[in-house]
Each structure stands twice: as C-alpha cells, then as structure tokens.
C-alpha cells in the first residue's frame, strides 16, 4: 500500500514565476492537509481539503496560495509569482476521514521549494 | 488561538538513557493529540491518544495525555543513535471546518550518541 506521494521532491524556482506541487494522498484517503514549514520553524496549517471541496483554508496566505482537490487526480497547491519568503518545505498529509481510529494523518515525504 | 509547547526545546544523552519529551496545549475543540518523529523528510506518525491516563505502547516508546492539565508525555527508554530526531505533538481539532487540523509544537531536538 503507497504512502503518501508528493512531487516533485525539490522544486526550484525563480522570483515571480509559478510553483505547483502535487500530491497523492493514500489510497482509500479523501481527505488531504497541506502544512508548510519555514526554516528553523515549526510545520503550520495551511489547507484542509476534501474531494472537489475546500474545507478549511485558514491557514493559507489570501494571495498568491490557491489548493485544489479534483475528483480524479492529485491534490495541487499553487503559488503564484513566488517571493524568496515562499522558500520551505511544503508537506501533505491524509486521512481516511473522522472517526477515532481514521482521522490519523499519514505524511508524505514534501516538497522543498527554494526560491532564487 | 490554539497554542502548543514542547519541552525541552533540545536533549542530548547517551544510548540507553531514558527520555521524557513534555507537551503542553491549548486547543478551543480538542480532539486527540498526535506525537509524530522527523528525522529528514517526513514526520512519521507515532501515536494518537484521545483518552486520558490511558498509556499508549510501541517498542521502547510510550505516551500518556493527562486532559485535565492538557498536556502529554513522550518516553522513550534505552534510547539508541536512531532515536536521534525531532519530535513533534500535535493535538487535533474536532471543531466544525477545522476538524482533524493539527496545531504542532515546535518540537524537541532529541540527540543520541553513542
């Protein structure tokens, strides 16, 4: 059973130009998390979503940062016109839902994006 | 705002020392706390407690959560160089929108030597 996937692993980019990172969640697992973790910082919230549903995007900047969650294919977080302070690692996770013994969010391995 | 705050910050001991990683919260909705390990890539999960008093077991590892002083406790006894990692708490909310959000502690810088 694939954990979860993420890709690409190391992305690097340009000041302004656009960063998409994809992930796929463990299989049976609609529900996907993306958290960002600045260096030297702890990982923070960012999105919570659902198939074809945002759930929760409180912890997203309001600009720039848009995520995804198709009803085929992965879950994509895109930033648009990336700045230097864009630069950290990018994680997902999944879960198979509420409930006790469901909600246990698995982690993919990031993506660390650098911004030149 | 949900707060969460490991101690101590950093640890360093000698294979086969015996580790008290301390996590405290402050959560509107708690849900369950979650203690994950990271060493270079991606936090592997360790334990979900949802209940108090009740002792979670895997290995040379073990975690309580008291709710009453909303906090959580991770042991790990004769600890080996591959303990050597950063670990994570992270309660869990159950509230409306924000169900299963994780708030993270900064975590605990634990080093092993040999």
């Known amino acids: 059973n694939a954990g979860v996937m993420q890709n690409p692993r190391h992305l690097v980019r340009r000041r302004g130009q656009e960063a998409r990172l994809r992930c796929s969640p463990m299989k049976g697992h609609s529900h996907v998390y993306w958290y960002r973790q600045l260096p030297e910082e702890g990982l923070k919230f960012m999105v919570y979503l659902q198939k074809e549903n945002i759930i929760d995007e409180s912890g997203m900047p309001k600009e720039r940062f848009s995520a995804e969650f198709p009803k085929e294919g992965p879950s994509i977080l895109r930033i648009q016109q990336v700045v230097r302070g864009d630069s950290a690692a990018y994680f997902c996770?999944?879960?198979?839902?509420?409930?006790?013994?469901?909600?246990?969010?698995?982690f993919g391995p990031g993506t660390r994006l650098t911004v030149l | 705002e949900d707060k969460v705050v490991q101690s101590p910050l950093s640890l360093v001991v000698h294979e086969g020392d015996t580790v008290t990683l301390n996590c405290s919260y402050e959560v509107t909705n708690f849900r369950s706390l979650l203690w994950y390990k990271q060493e270079k890539k991606a936090p592997t999960f360790l334990f979900m407690l949802t209940s108090s008093g009740i002792e979670k077991k895997s290995g040379r590892l073990s975690s309580i959560l008291d709710k009453k002083e909303l906090s959580s406790i991770l042991n790990i006894t004769a600890t080996q160089t591959g303990d050597s990692a950063i670990y994570l708490c992270?309660?869990?909310?159950?509230?409306?929108?924000?169900?299963?959000?994780?708030?993270f502690g900064q975590g605990t810088i634990l080093t092993v030597h040999p």
């Open positions: 992270a309660p869990a909310n159950a509230g409306g929108t924000s169900y299963g959000k994780l708030t």
């Open positions: 996770a999944s879960s198979s839902g509420p409930g006790d013994a469901t909600d246990t969010q698995y």
